[in-house]
């Protein structure tokens, strides 16, 4: 009896409750490492392109964003930017800590460091091949299907089955 009274208050939390899905879990951990390499948001690293537009996308990325002690506010912006754009982008730097605040909603970045470096860019989509109309036995018989969902998947195997030169699809190659 005496040892229950003892119980640490960790023991006696209830556990279970509602599972979580992983989707709610790894935006924590995604969160806790932009942190530790300096960005109190990940959303900088994401939509850079859209912050600091197509031109000085393409020659720069963020590295990090410090912050005197115990503030959010007034940090240096590290960026690595591409050879031979050293000079062209400490023109544009105010340019830059204005669209980065503009992006935060406050006065976020006052100073931004240049690194050179390789910048790292997402490499472009392939662009989709061209499907030909369903041919019209098929159509009608797509119609049919009442899930739209399926109707929409069997469409567009359809227009890539019509679209084929041999009448079938191109999964990939085979060695």
Do not use: C
Not at 10 to 25: F, N, Q, T
Not at 138 to 153: N, T
Request: charged share 25%; hydrophobic share 40%.
């Amino acid at each position: 009896m005496a040892k229950d009274k003892q119980r640490s208050p960790l023991m006696e939390r209830p556990r279970g409750g509602p599972a979580k899905s992983v989707a709610e879990l790894v935006p924590g951990v995604g969160q806790a490492a932009f942190k530790r390499f300096g960005f109190i948001q990940s959303s900088i690293v994401s939509r850079w392109r859209e912050i600091v537009g197509e031109k000085y996308a393409d020659v720069s990325a963020p590295e990090s964003i410090r912050f005197p002690q115990g503030k959010k506010s007034n940090g240096t912006l590290t960026l690595v930017i591409e050879r031979a754009f050293g000079p062209m982008m400490q023109h544009v730097e105010p340019i830059i800590i204005e669209r980065v605040n503009r992006f935060f909603g406050y006065e976020a970045v006052t100073r931004v460091t240049l690194r050179q470096g390789e910048v790292v860019r997402a490499k472009p989509k392939a662009p989709k091949p061209e499907l030909r109309p369903v041919p019209a036995e098929i159509g009608d018989s797509l119609r049919e299907i009442a899930d739209p969902e399926l109707r929409a998947v069997l469409t567009s195997l359809a227009q890539g089955v019509a679209s084929a030169p041999d009448g079938l699809p191109v999964l990939g190659k085979v060695r």
